[in-house]
C-alpha cells in the first residue's frame, strides 16, 4: 500500500495555480491571447510539477519491508529492526488527516506531511506482530 505526501501541506502552491487559471480566464475574455496562453500554461505546468513532486515523496508498505522514497533516494526499513511507531500531528493536521510518522529501528526515520498517517500506522502494525 502506497501513502503519498500530503497535498494540504502545500496549499499555498494549489492557491497560486488557481490565482493563475482565473487570470488565464480573465486575460482570456478580456481578449488578450497571448497572457491567456502565457498563465494558462504557466498554470498547467505548475500542476504538473506539484503532482509530481508529491508522488516522488511515498511510504510504501510491503509484507517484508517498508519502503521510504524521497525523490531518488530509496530506504527499505526491514519490520524486524523497528522498535516502535510514533506519530506527531498538530490540531490542524488532525483535522486535514496528515502528519509526520516515525520509525523507530536502528537509525530513526522520519518523513512529514504524510497523507493518512493513521491509516499507515495501523497497516504497518498489521505486518509488526
Known amino acids: 500500500m502506497k501513502f503519498s505526501i500530503s497535498?494540504?501541506?502545500?496549499w499555498w502552491a494549489y492557491l497560486l495555480i488557481i490565482v493563475l487559471a482565473l487570470f488565464a480566464l480573465w486575460f482570456n475574455d478580456k481578449a488578450?491571447?497571448?497572457l491567456a496562453w502565457l498563465?494558462?500554461?504557466i498554470t498547467i505546468l505548475l500542476l504538473?510539477?506539484?503532482e509530481w513532486f508529491v508522488r516522488c515523496n511515498q511510504i510504501k508498505v510491503g509484507t517484508v519491508h517498508?519502503?521510504?522514497k524521497q525523490g531518488k533516494k530509496k530506504t527499505k526499513i526491514n519490520y524486524n529492526?523497528?522498535?516502535d511507531i510514533e506519530l506527531r500531528q498538530t490540531k490542524f493536521q488532525k483535522i486535514l488527516g496528515f502528519g509526520t510518522i516515525c520509525f523507530i529501528a536502528k537509525q530513526h526515520f522520519e518523513v512529514e506531511n504524510v497523507e493518512h498517517v493513521n491509516k499507515a500506522k495501523r497497516q504497518i502494525e498489521k505486518y509488526l506482530k
Open 7 to 10: 497535498r494540504w501541506h502545500y
Open 32 to 34: 488578450y491571447d497571448l
Open 39 to 41: 498563465a494558462g500554461t
Open 48 to 50: 504538473l510539477f506539484f
Open 66 to 68: 517498508i519502503e521510504i
Open 81 to 83: 529492526d523497528i522498535s
